[in-house]
């Protein structure tokens, strides 16, 4: 079963606009973490946002947002005010058992998201 | 913030030959790497971790004696793909982690091409 799904293979968003990137996730680990990255053209891998399972508010990092919802297992991006520079596959990716020293993550297939002006 | 370095960043090579790939965390020690695998269009595929000290986790379906890890210090890792054949040909990154459960630093990346 895949540990992270990410339903949207490309999505399309006008300049200024915002944008919701889905993810959905499947652990039974009470302690986890989430995290979405930014991939540009170049291949570097860009942290932009991270959630932890304990976290009760949702993480906001400047115009990124992570819209946990804990039941629903899901953990969407919301990019407000889209830049043109926005344009670059995004993950989604989970780290489980934080507190059992697990490390490594595990990421999502990846949205492809084009911003127009 | 902690920054890890990957070198080469491109790399050709024929058919039949080995590559080394060399990731470095400049400012910190890391006992732990990772590497992952990464063909065009797809995600991050987790090739292994690699542990200083001690012999590399290899995830499933990954051959051990093709991509030979190295972690002979606590700042550099080595990933040598043996017998290099174009299926092999790929985006390779590593990262390692941090103190924080958010922590995690990945490397540039290497492009890899065997012709």
């Known amino acids: 079963a895949q540990k992270i799904t990410q339903t949207q293979p490309g999505m399309f968003v006008q300049e200024k606009e915002a944008v919701t990137l889905d993810c959905t996730y499947d652990?039974?680990?009470?302690?986890?973490?989430l995290f979405w990255y930014k991939q540009p053209s170049s291949g570097e891998m860009i942290f932009l946002i991270y959630?932890?399972?304990?976290?009760?508010q949702n993480a906001t990092e400047g115009r990124y947002s992570l819209n946990f919802q804990k039941a629903r297992k899901s953990a969407n991006l919301v990019i407000s005010a889209s830049q043109l520079g926005d344009s670059a596959m995004y993950f989604c990716?989970?780290?489980?058992?934080?507190?059992?020293?697990?490390?490594?993550?595990?990421f999502g297939t990846g949205t492809r998201l084009l911003v127009s002006p | 913030g902690a920054v890890v370095s990957q070198h080469p960043s491109r790399v050709i090579c024929k058919s039949g030959t080995s590559v080394k790939i060399e990731c470095r965390s400049l400012?910190?020690?890391?006992?732990?790497m990772f590497w992952y695998r990464q063909f065009p269009k797809q995600s991050l595929m987790l090739m292994a971790t690699s542990n200083e000290g001690s012999k590399a986790t290899y995830e499933q379906g990954v051959e051990k004696d093709k991509f030979l890890i190295n972690h002979a210090s606590l700042t550099l890792s080595t990933l040598t793909v043996t017998s290099a054949h174009p299926e092999d040909s790929s985006f390779y990154i590593c990262?390692?982690?941090?103190?924080?459960?958010?922590?995690?630093?990945f490397g540039p990346g290497t492009r890899l091409t065997v012709t």
């Open positions: 990716a989970m780290r489980e058992g934080w507190d059992t020293g697990f490390q490594k993550l595990v």
């Open positions: 652990t039974s680990d009470q302690s986890y973490g």
């Open positions: 990262s390692a982690p941090g103190q924080g459960p958010y922590e995690q630093y």
């Open positions: 400012d910190f020690q890391a006992t732990t």
């Open positions: 959630q932890g399972s304990y976290d009760e």
